[in-house]
């Protein structure tokens, strides 16, 4: 079965498209890397999948059934590129977790919990335990976005939607969220939609590439898809460069 299917998904501002009929299909379990220059409409489809903002035209359909973001019948995991909030609110990293923690849940790596043990663990899990008593108003770029990860997957979603997910991570805290969502991935059968420029990432962690600009460039294997002449022609010439050193090393 499809975890996703998009069919000629368009957005518009005034007469102007954001996205232009997107069509695409992921399969259940998969990770799927959306790639293109700045501008080309990544977060937009995104957020028009979720509905989040509207969609001018198109569908959605999440494991066989439409979606919109009224929908719950799907668990679905999203960490946007960034998050506006009032610092100032006196809200901590436990009580943010909390709101959707159920009085007792499981999730990979972690037996039956009682809701602060399960909080706890799924700190310990993105590597910021000891942020737990923190307001999140204190947190660093970094702390925040591996909270946000957190809270993305509090509830074992069956389809995760990451927008640049290591943003603002150090080094050491990409490789561990990016081997977290792998082994959430292999070992949970979650479906992982990934925006990303790192191209090292796509090569290492995704079984498929959607590549856009505005509309669907190419699609498929990142090592089929994504050729020298694409990515020339998406990103100019010295990515180009760049994209056949990292395939030839890998």
């Given at each position: ?102 009085p007792v849940y499981s999730i990979p790596f972690y037996k039956k919990k009682k809701s602060k043990e399960y909080i706890n663990g799924l700190l310990k899990l993105v590597g910021v335990q000891d942020l737990a008593g923190r307001g999140i108003g204190s947190l660093s770029g970094g702390e925040l976005q591996r909270v946000m990860i957190a ?100």
């Amino acid at each position: 079965m499809d975890a996703l299917k998009v069919e000629n998904l368009c957005v518009k501002i005034n007469s102007r498209h954001l996205v232009e009929n997107i069509t695409f299909s992921v399969e259940q379990g998969s990770t799927v890397a959306i790639i293109g220059p700045n501008g080309a409409g990544k977060t937009t489809l995104v957020k028009a999948i979720l509905g989040l903002i509207p969609r001018a035209s198109g569908s959605v359909s999440l494991f066989g059934r439409p979606f919109n973001h009224n929908n719950s019948h799907i668990k679905v995991g999203y960490v946007p590129q960034r998050l506006e909030f009032d610092r100032t609110f006196p809200l901590t990293v436990s009580e943010l977790l909390g709101f959707t923690v159920p009085p007792v849940y499981s999730i990979p790596f972690y037996k039956k919990k009682k809701s602060k043990e399960y909080i706890n663990g799924l700190l310990k899990l993105v590597g910021v335990q000891d942020l737990a008593g923190r307001g999140i108003g204190s947190l660093s770029g970094g702390e925040l976005q591996r909270v946000m990860i957190a809270k993305a997957i509090v509830n074992s979603p069956k389809i995760l939607f990451l927008d640049e997910p290591a943003s603002g991570v150090d080094i050491e805290g990409q490789e561990r969220f990016y081997d977290l969502v792998s082994r959430l991935n292999k070992e949970n059968g979650l479906t992982v939609i990934l925006i990303s420029h790192d191209l090292n990432i796509v090569y290492r962690f995704a079984d498929s590439v959607l590549c856009m600009n505005r509309k669907l460039i190419c699609s498929g294997r990142p090592e089929e898809a994504l050729t020298d002449e694409v990515i020339k022609g998406v990103y100019g010439e010295m990515m180009g460069a760049y994209i056949h050193s990292c395939h030839e090393h890998d």
